[in-house]
Nanobody
Framework: EVQLVESGGGSVQPGGSLRLSCAASGFTFSNYGMSWIRQAPGKGFEWVSSISSGAAVTSYADSVKGRFTISRDNAKNTLYLQMSTLKPEDTAGYYC?????????RGQGTQVTVSA
């Protein structure tokens, strides 16, 4: 059974930083590209970032480019999202998923709240 468990969210002031983690199990993590998506209150899902299976290729939404960094540790079956210079509009539930899967195949999420 595929399991994706996100952690690391919290409340932070604008300009702050957080590092999210996604622990994966139930599949060969190193074989899959992975993505982070988010859902702000009252809004639909938004793609945030993706990383290839071997971490050679990364991509970011324009809204987070230059502020967020996606990475992975295939030995630990873990995906990361380093978030810096956070803005109130980054407030959302953050989820990880296999890059090739639909948004419904996501973990339970971790909440990020950015407010003064």
């Amino acid at each position: 059974e595929v399991q994706l468990v996100e952690s690391g969210g919290g409340s932070v002031q604008p300009g702050g930083s957080l590092r999210l983690s996604c622990a994966a199990s139930g599949f060969t993590f190193s074989n899959y590209g992975m993505s982070w998506i988010r859902q702000a209150p009252g809004k639909g899902f938004e793609w945030v970032s993706s990383i290839s299976s071997g971490a050679a290729v990364t991509s970011y939404a324009d809204s987070v480019k230059g502020r967020f960094t996606i990475s992975r540790d295939n030995a630990k079956n873990t995906l990361y999202l380093q978030m810096s210079t956070l803005k109130p509009e980054d407030t959302a539930g953050y989820y990880c998923k296999k890059a090739s899967e639909s948004y419904s195949a996501r973990g339970q999420g971790t909440q990020v709240t950015v407010s003064a």
